[in-house]
């Protein structure tokens, strides 16, 4: 949106760029300092907060890692990210295509139902799907959360999936039936390879939601060994409230892993973001 | 023929959407139906008897759970604050993002940032410097407008959970924004140039118009996700002191999970805030569509 | 084209971290469906604090199991957090998988598990004999142990004793005694009380030392005719005097201070008096390892006989009576109190001796509360709904910042009593 009348250094421009710095250091604000006070001492931390650490501390970092089992969590929400993730992406899927293809009364009830869905807000739900959970022997367990994480996902998948395919033209398809496929083989070989951008899309998108959910996680899962990073977090908290210094390192150590993926698929999450939103 | 042709069919997708509905239904609509049910009766989430009760939760809820109502009525100034000032402040981030020749990528990747991290985390550093930083600011350097209690004090806590929602949900809206804006185009602003508009002129006739339809989904996006807040205020405040700061959210938490463990009650809570959130984003989206089309 | 590449690689990379995490856990649960002689115990504790200690002393039970009787046991324990602990256990025993093992809340609980039939007479285990007779009792429903203490505590506040004898004073017995006191601390420069009000069970526990102190004090009916319906908060309102007098002479910024930061500043002489449990002794000496902690009792008003210290029998360990693990199940509960290495243990996690196995000297601020239960003293800790606590933490806090009255807090907490009333009886 630079045009040619306004000039490069208007102060219009300078204002706007002043302002933008301001927003960008707001944003930064909270990290950087936990950064920074995470490598101090307890009370290095009281003396001056603001400045540089005299030495890098890193005795606070190994004290979160085994308090809060930080690797193990750490598998704990990859772990849970992952089942979910597959099960909404394989199950989403080859339902958003056959919504698509096959259309007529059943499938539009179908589609209807899973965007109706979408609406359903978590808090209507939690109680009853605790005690679902527990009936099927869910809680607790780390395939369990994949399971209702799919259950809980496929809604606004199956809607993005089926957008996808309507812009997908037949001809692939019909190719791959004249050569004698059947549907699956035509879904697996033809369909979804076609389908990876929006898988793509929608991988960041559910991977971010699940990782950073709290709520669920603190609902069913009871042992500490199969805490989610955020709940581990969440305990240290508990534990150590006044050993800022450790708080902080592991603060820094529960977001690390996001930054890490930020930093490298920034693109297709921004991409994810704009598609997601636009489209619906 | 035909008609043996569409059961096929009519089988064929069903097993293709076989998979997604059954994980689905079991996790969203039979957990949905359960809450229609649990609603109705006084259950305690731990007896396995659950005694029906008709409608006495609802009675009990409209009549004496004020508590409830309070935390509604916080909730929706939460809410109405955050959709103003998160729009507001995304759009105007955009704007100025879209208006520098440089630095456009660095400014967004920045502002997003924190949204990839859970508000939890996020939380938890900002209670770091509510309790800490601030005081040491106002302590060593003067600053005595920051010595508030920003989390004891229900006046001020209210803004700590606005400002700290506001910087971890900025980022996103912002993106859709500035998608919305990048999508407008450029002959416009070029003949408008052409006309001698200023840049405030342009704004007003060629790019708001042009992004109605981006204004209709964060709004919407905005509204459902302020009414159902939880993770900010719980890590936060924790809802306090006492119940200054308690939203709904966290209200029906706790009589679920703390205090008698009352499910059943709980579940009716829920169901209303549901209704109501469907009721107010319906007609949120109904009139903004309408006014899109008119545009 | 790249593009499509990275997307590839993108999926490819997850679909193989999938593949090898179900290989992993299907190759994790295969480990467990071993030979026989091989015994997995179930055990549920809720001290998430003290995980690292009980995991060692696990580690311990199964060591000797194997050298002793030839049995690999394996001991898995579950920690969940304290809010919902009861939740879950309570889940657990009414769906039939139960824990073959769990702590409960002796005096609040066990009466109704045992009648629920939910936990297995220990009574002619090695381990009864062993209790000291006032911790027995605690434990024993009709005469009869129901299970083994763990967190036996005589609590009042904490005071530091350096401060105490700098100002020349002594805990007190009434309340006009702690006004002096209070008047005394100011006078030399110290800050009376340490507030510690973010987390809202540690003002809490100025209502329950208050309430108790109060109720045994002079109205031993109160908590029967509360949960009848029949009693108000009214008639306790004396405790707010001194909840004010705490308040307005307390440290600054208390909504901003948990627990264990409270417990640091109290470890540093920030305050003279702590209005905290003895467990929170371990914290405060890992502060401050030279600071010298006296326990008092809490005075309500001018009558001595409502200054008392609350002794409660809390966490305690249960057997499930229905286990099909019985004979290691007992095994387990009998090695907490084991000749050898109990003491380690309790020492450990600083709990109080419980029984005659137990060697280890008592702390200093244990003596000092035991003096109060040795003159008789003390009070059992009052049994009230959770959701009664809950609210009083809360209004405590609403009421230190203001947004309540004395009266409305009288007035809310009768109305949560019998609301919790109404939700016990359906």
């Known amino acids: 949106m630079n045009h040619t009348s306004d000039t490069r250094y208007s102060p219009r421009r300078i204002l706007i760029f002043a302002l933008l710095i301001s927003y960008a250091l707001f944003c930064l604000f909270p990290l950087v300092l936990a950064l920074v006070n995470s490598f101090k001492t307890r009370s290095e931390i009281f003396t001056n907060i603001i400045a540089l650490p005299e030495h890098l501390e890193f005795g606070n970092y190994g004290r979160s890692i085994k308090s809060m089992r930080y690797f193990r969590s750490l598998l704990n929400s990859a772990f849970i990210s992952t089942a979910g993730l597959t099960g909404i992406v394989f199950f989403s899927s080859i339902a958003g295509w056959a919504l698509c293809r096959f259309k007529g009364k059943l499938s539009t009830a179908i589609f209807s139902l899973f965007v109706l869905s979408m609406l359903i807000p978590f808090n209507a739900i939690m109680i009853p799907l605790y005690r679902i959970a527990t009936v099927l022997h869910l809680s607790n367990t780390l395939w369990g959360m994949g ?44 369909v979804f390879p076609l389908l990876l951008p929006i898988t793509a899309t929608i991988g960041i998108m559910n991977l971010l939601w699940m990782w950073n959910d709290f709520l669920l996680p603190l609902i069913m899962l009871q042992s500490p060994s199969r805490y989610t990073l955020l709940l581990s977090t969440n305990m240290l908290f508990g534990k150590y409230a006044s050993d800022w210094p450790a708080i902080l390192s592991a603060l820094i150590l529960s977001a690390l892993p996001m930054i890490i993926v930020y930093v490298l698929l920034q693109k297709h999450i921004i991409k994810g973001i704009t598609e997601g939103a636009l489209k619906g | 023929m035909a008609h043996q042709n569409a059961t096929k069919r009519n089988l064929q997708l069903l097993a293709c959407t076989a998979p997604a509905l059954i994980v689905f239904i079991t996790m969203k ?18 007896n396995p008897k659950k005694p029906f009760i008709g409608l006495e939760n609802f009675r009990e809820i409209f009549t004496t759970d004020s508590y409830f109502w309070d935390s509604l009525l916080f909730t929706f100034r939460y809410t109405i604050w955050i959709v103003v000032a998160m729009n507001i402040l995304a759009l105007l981030l955009a704007l100025g993002i879209e208006s520098q020749r440089r630095g456009k990528g660095v400014f967004r990747t920045l502002f997003y940032l924190p ?28 600053w005595s407008f920051l010595d508030h209690s920003w989390i004891g004090d229900p006046t001020f806590s209210f803004y700590a959970i606005l400002t700290v929602a506001l910087w971890g949900g900025t980022g996103y809206i912002m993106i859709i924004y500035i998608a919305a804006i990048q999508g407008v185009p450029e002959v416009l602003h070029e003949a408008a140039i052409v006309d001698g508009a200023t840049p405030f002129q342009r704004l007003r006739s060629i790019t708001l118009p042009m992004i109605a339809h981006s204004f209709t989904i964060c709004l919407f996006i905005t509204l459902n996700n302020a009414f159902q807040v939880f993770d900010v205020v719980y890590t936060l405040t924790g809802g306090g002191p006492g119940r200054a700061t308690q939203v709904v959210a966290i209200n029906i938490y706790e009589e679920a999970f703390n205090n008698s463990n009352r499910f059943g009650y709980a579940t009716a809570k829920s169901l209303i805030v549901f209704a109501i959130v469907l009721v107010i984003t319906s007609i949120q989206l109904t009139v903004m569509k309408r006014r899109e089309q008119e545009l | 084209m790249k593009k499509e590449k990275t997307m590839k690689k993108i999926t490819t990379v997850l679909v193989m971290l999938c593949i090898s995490m179900m290989l992993l856990s299907g190759a994790g649960t295969k480990e467990q469906a071993s030979p026989a002689k091989k015994v997995t115990l179930n055990v549920m504790m809720s001290f998430p604090r003290f995980t690292e200690e009980m995991e060692a002393y696990v580690a311990q039970f199964e060591a000797k199991m194997l050298e002793e009787k030839g049995i690999e046991v394996e001991v898995e324990l579950e920690m969940p957090s304290s809010d919902q602990y009861r939740n879950i256990l309570q889940t657990r025993l009414s769906s039939n998988d139960a824990p073959d093992l769990f702590t ?16 297995a007479d220990l009574s002619s285990q090695p381990l009864a004999a062993k209790l000291y007779p006032d911790v027995r009792t605690s434990v024993s429903v009709d005469e009869k142990v129901y299970a083994v203490p763990f967190e036996s505590t005589v609590w009042g506040y904490l005071y530091n004793k350096d401060i105490f004898e700098a100002c020349g004073i002594t805990a007190p017995d009434t309340l006009d005694e702690m006004k002096e006191v209070v008047r005394v601390l100011k006078q030399n420069g110290y800050t009376p009380f340490q507030l510690a009000f973010q987390e809202q069970w540690v003002p809490q526990l100025m209502t329950a030392l208050l309430l108790g102190g109060k109720v045994s004090g002079e109205i031993p009916d109160w908590v029967d005719r509360m949960y009848a319906d029949q009693g108000s908060y009214r008639e306790v309102a004396d405790i707010f005097e001194m909840i004010n007098l705490v308040m307005s002479n307390g440290t600054p910024r208390a909504m901003e ?59 305690s360990l249960a057997v499930y009576a229905d286990t099909p693990q019985k004979e290691m199940a007992m095994e387990f509960a009998n090695y907490i109190l084991d000749d050898e290495d109990s003491s380690a243990l309790y020492e450990s996690l600083k709990f109080n001796p419980v029984a005659s196995c137990h060697d280890f000297d008592q702390y200093d601020w244990a003596k000092d509360a035991s003096r109060y239960v040795a003159e008789g003293r003390a009070y059992m800790d009052l049994v009230l709904p959770q959701a009664v606590t809950n609210e009083q933490g809360k209004l405590l806090q609403s009421l ?27």
């Open chain 2, 29 to 46: 609509i039979i957990p949905a139906v359960m809450g229609f049910w649990y609603s109705l009766t006084s259950w305690n989430g731990i």
């Open chain 3, 257 to 315: 201070t948990g627990s264990e930061q409270g417990a640091a500043d109290f470890a540093n002489g920030k305050a003279a008096m702590y209005i905290q449990g003895t467990w929170s002794a371990e914290s405060i000496l890992s502060v401050n390892p030279e600071i010298r902690i006296g326990v008092g009792a809490l005075p309500v008003n001018n009558n001595e006989d409502c200054t008392r210290v609350n002794l409660a029998t809390t966490t």
């Open chain 1, 147 to 190: 399971w209702i994480y799919s259950g809980l996902g496929v809604g606004m998948a199956v809607f993005m999936y089926h957008g996808f395919v309507k812009g997908i033209p037949l001809d692939l398809e019909d190719a791959a039936r004249i050569d004698g496929c059947n549907l699956l083989m035509t879904f697996k070989n033809v």
């Open chain 2, 115 to 142: 949204n990839m991290i859970s508000l939890v985390i996020g939380s938890f550093m900002w209670n770091f410097i509510f309790t800490k930083v601030l005081y040491y600011m106002a302590d060593t350097w003067g």
């Open chain 3, 104 to 119: 409960l809340h002796a005096t609040a609980d066990l009466p109704t598990y045992v009648e629920a039939g939910y936990v």
């Open chain 3, 400 to 426: 230190y910042v203001k947004q309540v009255t004395v009266d409305q807090f009288i007035t809310i907490m009768d109305q949560t009593f019998k609301a919790a009333n109404k939700a016990l009886a359906q």
